[in-house]
Nanobody, 119 residues
């Protein structure tokens, strides 16, 4: 089992920035992909970005150029730098992890951290 704990959410004004962090613990040796999903009120949960152990990244189209995902393999952490935030970025952001050889469907989810973009 893997446990994921997010931090860094909060209230930010439009065009502001926020950095989310996620710490993984437990059977982390099995993890190959980490990333972030989000769920806005009344909407389905969607991919934000994911990063493979070797550093390859994937972003949702609406986040490209504004969000940057990174990871520290030594510390078992993944980060999401969010710039130029918009009100429509308001959502609960979830950290995810995928075990090696398990495709792209998340195996583990964090509890989520609220991000609210509002003036």
């Amino acid at each position: 089992q893997v446990q994921l704990v997010e931090s860094g959410g909060g209230l930010v004004q439009p065009v502001g920035s926020l950095r989310l962090s996620c710490a993984a613990s437990g059977s982390i040796f099995s993890i190959n992909v980490m990333g972030w999903y989000r769920q806005a009120p009344g909407k389905v949960r969607e991919l934000v970005a994911r990063i493979v152990f070797d550093g390859r990244t994937t972003y949702a189209d609406s986040m490209k150029g504004r969000f940057t995902i990174s990871r520290d393999n030594a510390k078992n952490m993944v980060f999401l730098q969010m710039n130029s935030l918009k009100p429509e970025d308001t959502a609960v952001y979830y950290c995810i992890a995928i075990e090696r050889g398990r495709g792209l469907k998340p195996d583990y989810w964090g509890q989520g951290t609220q991000v609210t973009v509002s003036s």
